[in-house]
Structure formats: C-alpha cells, structure tokens
T-cell receptor, first 113, second 116 residues
C-alpha cells in the first residue's frame, strides 16, 4: 500500500504546453505539500495545504496552480511550461500543519523540451 | 527566512568507516532539525530528527548532535554499509508557530557513497 502516490512518474512535454501532476495520500494526514528538486538535488517547498486551505505559497510563478479537492488529494497544474520548469516534483504529506515527519511520494520527473 | 548550509556535498567512505555530515542554520527561531535519506529514484525518507531542547539523539548506527549556540547540527553514521549509500538532506523548521511553521528548509544534500 503506497502511502503517498503521485502520477505520472515521468512527464515529457514541449514548451508552452499545460500539464498536471496528481497526488494522493492514504495516511489520513491533513497537510500536503509540493516540493521541487532541481538538477543539483536542491529541494525547495512550493506549496502547502492544510485541510484544503493554502498555507504556504513560496513565490512560485502563477503558472503553477495547486488544487486540493479534499484532504487526501493535492494536484499541481502547470500552464505554459518553460524549459526551467524541468525538475523532479515531489508531493508530501504530514499530520498537522506544523510539519514534523513528512512522507514523500516517489516523485514526478518533468522534462520540458 | 531560514537558510541551511550543508557540507560536504559528496562523501566517499569504506564499508565499516564512520561518516559525518554537517549543517548550519541561520534562524535562531528554528527548533526542529530532521534528516532525510533519498535513495535513487525515490522520495526522501525521514531517518532521524532532533528538537532544540535536546543536544544529542541516537538510533542504532545513526546519531544527530545539535549545538544551538553555534547553530549547527551533524549526522553521524557509524559502521557504514553499502546500503547507506544515498543522498542525505538536513533540514530546519519551526514547530511552534512563526511565519515559517510547517515549512522545512533543506540543505543542499550530501551524496554518500559507501564502498564495499
């Protein structure tokens, strides 16, 4: 049973396209996150949702729009993809917005050509 | 905001040796310091964490030490094994409020290679 699952695992697309990454957690957590890992392995938070409410938005371009239909899901939609968006995107979840232990998904490798 | 510096960026050891990874943080309000291990093709996984009211914590072959005054903390792995090879990340956060609550700031990562 996968705790945090995200799809797709790989996403290859052209510049200018719009794409979505889906994330689901079955841990009963109330907080979910999106992190971006660049080519140098640096991990940076993008968004955090607590009970479907946006808590953290780290000055991410508004081409990125997270959507949380319920506590168990946090999807990421990206408009007008750019070369610099190429990275691995990780979804994570935790119990209570004060963080502590984060459970990460296995990542989505996005390549923009 | 918080800034976390991690060294070294790569570390190569022989099986059975010890490995030490060091991190410094900038925000004195940070009070929670986890360490994550990321294996190839997987997401990071928490391996140990420490709160600011504790100076040291140990879990089998891994231990973490914290020096609040100097704002640095370290991960120690003893008797390393090939399966310890991975990327290790330190992080800092606040657990009791503040503008950065719930947000983990990660270090740059250390690629640890354990040679058999």
């Amino acid at each position: 049973d996968t705790a945090v699952s995200q799809t797709p695992k790989y996403l290859v697309t052209q510049m200018g396209n719009d794409k979505s990454i889906k994330c689901e957690q079955n841990l009963g957590h109330d907080t979910m996150y999106w992190y971006k890992q660049d080519s140098k392995k640096f991990l940076k938070i993008m968004f955090s949702y607590n009970n479907k409410e946006l808590i953290i938005n780290e000055t991410v371009p508004n081409r990125f729009s997270p959507k949380s239909p319920d506590k168990a899901h946090l999807n990421l939609h990206i408009n007008s993809l750019e070369l610099g968006d190429s990275a691995v995107y990780f979804c994570a979840s935790s119990q209570a917005y004060r963080g502590k232990k984060l459970f990460f998904g296995s990542g989505t490798q996005l390549s923009v050509l | 905001g918080e800034n976390v510096e991690q060294h070294p960026s790569t570390l190569s050891v022989q099986e059975g040796d010890s490995a030490v990874i060091k991190c410094t943080y900038s925000d004195s309000a940070s009070n929670y310091f986890p360490w994550y291990k990321q294996e190839l093709g997987k997401g990071p996984q928490l391996i140990i964490d420490i709160r600011s009211n504790v100076g040291e914590k140990k879990d089998q072959r891994i231990a973490v030490t914290l020096n609040k005054t100097a704002k640095h903390f370290s991960l120690h792995i003893t008797e390393t094994q090939p399966e310890d090879s991975a990327v290790y990340f330190c992080a800092a956060s606040q657990l009791d409020g503040g503008t950065s609550y719930g947000k983990l700031t990660f270090g740059q990562g250390t690629i640890l290679t354990v040679h058999p």
